[in-house]
């Protein structure tokens, strides 16, 4: 799943409506992160608990590639071992 340019809270409602029809399929989630130009807190919160809701039943989320602004801000906030962002070079 690709994600959007701008992920502020302006846009927050959508992804999660998004997720929420991604989860219902049951089915691991891979999110492509490469082009993100924007993210704030509220973003990262719906992405981590998303992440928390498919490890709950043993499923995993992805993220295959993320843009340097998507890296940058995950350290900034913690999240970048969170999500597996960790062991990024950027």
Do not use: C, H, W
Not at 10 to 27: I, R
Not at 45 to 53: D, E, N, P, S
Request: glycine fraction near 6%; charge should be negative.
């Amino acid at each position: 799943m690709k994600l959007d340019s701008d992920l502020s809270i302006k846009n927050v409602e959508l992804l999660y409506s998004t997720f929420e029809g991604e989860y219902e399929k049951g089915d691991n989630i891979s999110l492509d992160a490469s082009g993100v130009d924007r993210i704030d807190t509220t973003a990262f919160q719906v992405i981590a608990a998303l992440k928390t809701k498919l490890e709950s039943e043993n499923l995993q989320l992805t993220i295959t590639e993320a843009s340097d602004e998507f890296i940058n801000s995950a350290k900034l906030l913690g999240l970048a071992g969170a999500l597996d962002l960790a062991s990024n070079p950027n």
